[in-house]
Nanobody, 118 residues
Framework: QVQVVESGGGLVQAGGSLRLSCAASGSIFSSNAMGWYRQAPGKQRELVAVIFSGGSTNYADSVKGRFTISRDNAKNMVYLQMNSLKPEDTAVYYC????????????WGQGTQVTVSS
């Protein structure tokens, strides 16, 4: 079992920045991916960014050039640096840990609220 906890959300003005942190603990296998998803009211949860254990990354088109995902493998932590925030970035942001073994398992944090005012 893997435990996932996010932090760093808050209220910011458009154009501002926030840095989200996610701490994972438990039995984490070497083959894994850590990512950030977000869900706005009335909308489906969507992938924001993901980083694999080998270091490769993927970003949603809407955040490319503004958000940066990174990880510290020694600490089992993943970060999301969010710059040039827009009101449409307002959502609950969730950290996800995906373990690649014989089967694939997903673990989720409780979410952290990000609100961007205009």
């Amino acid at each position: 079992q893997v435990q996932v906890v996010e932090s760093g959300g808050g209220l910011v003005q458009a154009g501002g920045s926030l840095r989200l942190s996610c701490a994972a603990s438990g039995s984490i296998f070497s083959s894994n991916a850590m990512g950030w998803y977000r869900q706005a009211p009335g909308k489906q949860r969507e992938l924001v960014a993901v980083i694999f254990s080998g270091g490769s990354t993927n970003y949603a088109d809407s955040v490319k050039g503004r958000f940066t995902i990174s990880r510290d493998n020694a600490k089992n932590m993943v970060y999301l640096q969010m710059n040039s925030l827009k009101p449409e970035d307002t959502a609950v942001y969730y950290c996800n840990v995906r373990q690649f073994t014989v089967y694939t398992y997903n673990y989720w944090g409780q979410g952290t609220q990000v609100t961007v005012s205009s």
